[in-house]
């Protein structure tokens, strides 16, 4: 059973809506994410520069774009549980601690791929 709501382009247009206020909460109420996007626009114009080929482009692009998506996942999940309360709770501190766990391992990989593509 479909959900109830907008069909068609009107919902296309309403989920673009929807994802540019999420761009635009993320910047503003989150520094992790304002940070890790200025580490894109420095790095992305770079993966175009110093990738040799299409492959290594994307991973040196992709890879940056990848982390963004980490965060704004993990700052959602947080959102979340704060909604719900700022009481401490182990599942709370659970949750939130592997969502930064998350953001951890994305911004190695970043790491582990800008130096393998780059230097191997």
């Not at 999940?77 to 766990?101: F, P, Q, T």
Request: glycine share 8%; with cysteine.
């Amino acid at each position: 059973m479909a959900k109830p709501g907008e069909t068609g382009i009107k919902r296309i247009v309403s989920a673009f809506y929807n994802s540019l206020r999420g761009f635009r909460d993320s910047w503003k109420f989150e520094a992790a994410f304002r940070q890790e996007l200025m580490l894109c626009v420095v790095l992305v114009p770079l993966g175009f520069y110093l990738g040799e080929n299409g492959v290594e482009k994307a991973l040196l692009i992709g890879i940056c774009f990848l982390v963004l998506i980490v965060e704004i996942l993990n700052s959602s999940i947080e959102a979340a549980i704060d909604r719900i309360g700022h009481e401490e709770h182990d599942l709370s501190r659970i949750a939130k601690d592997m969502g930064s766990a998350a953001v951890f391992i994305a911004l190695t990989l970043v790491g582990i791929t800008w130096v393998l593509v780059l230097f191997f």
